[in-house]
């Protein structure tokens, strides 16, 4: 094919339904054009309900004509008369079944339930709930509840500790570090802080997550009526993937089967619908010093500092990875007291100071602005 995905990023229900390549697909696809549209929502999958909503009229023309095939209606017309009437819609249409054939309106069904992503089952029969993390468990297990208002320490045989919150459990090995790895499973919120063994590496399950871990302290949250599981690393290094038991789906991208990297500061959000992970930054970033005191500690007051100096500062005491045009902003000086300043008003300060903004993308700050003038 032609095309690339770019191309369709901006494509509306009824850019959809004029183009030959999607509509060859719906109706009649091979193998070429099955690989790239695939691909194409794998990409966007915001894209999903403007192409459902296209196909479900296409497939709503095909019935039409087959319907009226011993007239003169051609498929064109009936492609017009329909996108005619999308045109005329301010939303998205809500399309109704009453005119379809039971083929069309099982098809319909059908996509609904995810035949783009999924040649098969949809994500939601796929979702694992604690117990069944708990089946695919080889040793007998202890649980811990916390039904009180207060979280609730739990000490492990390895030395490692988990800060149970309220209406959470956890199970584990009643041999706990006996075995090659050392294995978790938690419905609900836990903070861990994971005794470092390089030759047990330790695993949390949480609904469709597995986070992986030598020895760090994170936290996991992981509510079975939550849409998604989160990972929050507070020291150390953390690897996050979805559960095996899904990772082998076709649909699951690299990323999420082979996980993704978290350091101080950063986490990792699954969508348990949509199987999606998206790495950030956390909420609240804290000083690296404050979980490790052997680190150094800076200051930040600066008095007319170099702006690469000051982000360098930023970057060392929180652990963060900052982009820029260092040629733009080499002119930037700053001045100012932070210290005591939550690191994101720091940002803001810094930004406002230089005519620049920020943004979050992938657990990077990237900052963008006009630079400064020597």
Not at 145 to 167: C, R, V, W, Y
Not at 187 to 215: I, Q
Request: net charge negative; proline share 5%; aromatic share 10%.
């Amino acid at each position: 094919m032609d095309y690339s995905p770019m191309e369709f990023e901006n494509f509306n229900t009824n850019d959809f339904l004029e183009n030959a390549s999607f509509r060859r697909w719906v109706r009649k696809p091979d193998a070429e054009l099955d690989a790239f549209w695939r691909g194409f929502l794998e990409k966007h999958p915001e894209k999903k309900p403007e192409v459902i909503a296209a196909t479900n009229f296409l497939l709503g023309i095909e019935q039409q004509v087959e319907k009226k095939a011993s007239s003169d209606l051609h498929e064109e017309a009936v492609f017009r008369q329909i996108k005619g009437t999308i045109s005329n819609q301010d939303t998205t249409p809500v399309l109704s079944f009453t005119n379809w054939t039971a083929w069309a309106a099982a098809a319909s069904i059908l996509l609904l339930l995810g035949y783009f992503f999924f040649s098969g089952s949809s994500t939601q029969t796929d979702t694992i709930s604690y117990e069944t993390n708990l089946r695919k468990s080889e040793s007998a297990l202890i649980e811990r509840k916390n039904d009180t208002s207060d979280p609730i320490p739990i000490a492990l045989a390895d030395g490692s500790t988990i800060t149970l919150q309220p209406q959470s459990r956890v199970s584990f090995a009643k041999n706990f570090g006996v075995g090659t790895k050392r294995e978790v499973y938690l419905s609900g919120e836990a903070f861990f802080d994971v005794a470092r063994n390089p030759d047990k590496p330790f695993f949390v399950y949480a609904n469709e997550l597995v986070t992986k871990v030598l020895g760090t302290s994170f936290t996991v949250r992981a509510y079975q009526k939550d849409e998604s599981v989160e990972v929050k690393v507070r020291t150390g290094r953390v690897s996050v993937s979805v559960n095996d038991q899904i990772g082998k789906q076709e649909n699951i991208s690299i990323r999420e089967r082979e996980g993704i990297l978290l350091l101080p500061n950063q986490q990792a959000v699954l969508s348990r619908k949509e199987i999606r992970l998206v790495k950030g930054l956390v909420d609240h970033p804290v000083l690296l010093s404050e979980t490790a005191p052997d680190l150094p500690r800076f200051s930040f007051v600066f008095k007319a500092e170099p702006v690469s100096e000051v982000l360098a500062t930023l970057e060392k005491a929180y652990g963060l990875d900052i982009v820029y045009d260092e040629k733009a902003f080499a002119g930037c000086q700053f001045t100012s007291d932070l210290d005591g300043v939550p690191p994101y008003e720091k940002l803001d300060i810094i930004c406002r100071s230089i005519e620049a903004s920020y943004r979050i993308l992938d657990a990077q700050i990237i900052i963008s602005g006009k630079g400064c003038q020597p």
